[in-house]
């Protein structure tokens, strides 16, 4: 009983599931598959070769939702796994993914994982990646995501990732390819504490005429806490390109923000902008003359800024 409800609590915080998902799922736990089904369109196979599976959505899908979660609930648990997806052309899809570590041991409990998208023309996917960890054990809690997106002519993906507690290290690889006329969308929200690090490397490539590139990163660094951004845009050809970074660093956390853009061609068009610093005091001010303790309103704009 216990263990059912810890993973009702890791599947609620990273993939919004409250019972069992409808369409398509694969449910990853302690390094073995926990529950699977495939429907008309979106079919999931393992892989025969190393851990992982084949995600395969046919043309002209739309409407349906894949959800991918991966749960560890023992301490000692390591493992590295690879799921690739083949979007057909002309669909529509949410595909849902996140990790969840519950670890109340000595031991560390790790996951990282390979997410390759290959995304047929004119093609829209949304992907949602959640990272949480809860347990009260010593052991570490860690995550080292990668994601490389190959996005075909007109095609799309709007990717949201997010960790807001619970993870002592992560080290996050992004990769976006776009061709003509595709246009890739990231948005990051992270929070850290404690001794937690988080490292997260994007590269953003527009080869193709037209397409278009934009990263928006939000980031909270609180306690002894260390983060570092490395967003990059390049623009091989007629393109446009937003890189967007803001952080709050709080207590004695260390915040590093390096953004990069790389124009290859005269008719790229690519902007960056990064931004660092505490919560501004009027701010609090404001909000303790409505009645919030000091706490309270700092609890309260760090939940807007990371909305």
Not at 16 to 38: E, H, Y
Not at 215 to 228: G, K, L
Not at 234 to 254: L, T
């Amino acid at each position: 009983m216990m263990e059912y409800e810890i993973d009702r609590q890791l599947l609620e915080k990273i993939a919004d599931l409250t019972g069992k998902p409808v369409g398509a799922f694969n449910i990853r736990k302690d390094s073995g598959c926990d529950g699977r089904q495939s429907t008309e369109h979106i079919q999931i196979t393992s892989k025969e070769d190393k851990p992982g599976i084949d995600i395969r959505i046919q043309d002209g899908t739309a409407g349906e939702t894949c959800h991918i979660p991966v749960i560890i609930t023992k301490p000692g648990v390591q493992e590295m796994v690879y799921n690739d997806f083949f979007i057909g052309e002309n669909c529509d899809v949410d595909i849902v993914a996140g990790c969840g570590i519950h670890n109340c041991g000595e031991q560390e409990s790790r996951h990282d994982g390979v997410h390759t998208f290959y995304v047929g023309r004119n093609s829209k996917v949304r992907y949602t990646e959640k990272h949480y960890g809860q347990g009260d054990g010593k052991g570490g809690r860690i995550m080292n995501p990668q994601t490389v997106v190959y996005l075909e002519e007109g095609a799309s993906i709007q990717m949201e990732t997010v960790q807001l507690r619970g993870i002592d290290s992560t080290k996050r690889y992004t990769k976006i390819v776009c061709g003509k006329g595709a246009e890739a969308v990231i948005t990051e929200r992270l929070l850290t504490h404690g001794q937690q690090a988080a490292e997260s490397d994007m590269e953003i490539i527009l080869d193709g005429e037209d397409s278009k590139g934009r990263v928006i990163s939000r980031s909270v660094a609180q306690d002894q806490s260390e983060q570092v951004f490395y967003p990059r845009m390049v623009g091989n050809a007629q393109c446009f390109g937003h890189v967007q970074c803001d952080s709050i660093i709080m207590g004695g956390a260390k915040i590093k923000s390096i953004p990069a853009i790389t124009a290859n061609c005269t008719e790229a068009q690519l902007i960056h902008e990064a931004a660092i610093g505490k919560i501004a005091g009027d701010q609090l001010l404001k909000l303790e003359t409505l009645g919030l303790t000091e706490e309270e309103a700092e609890d309260c704009i760090l939940k807007g800024f990371l909305a």
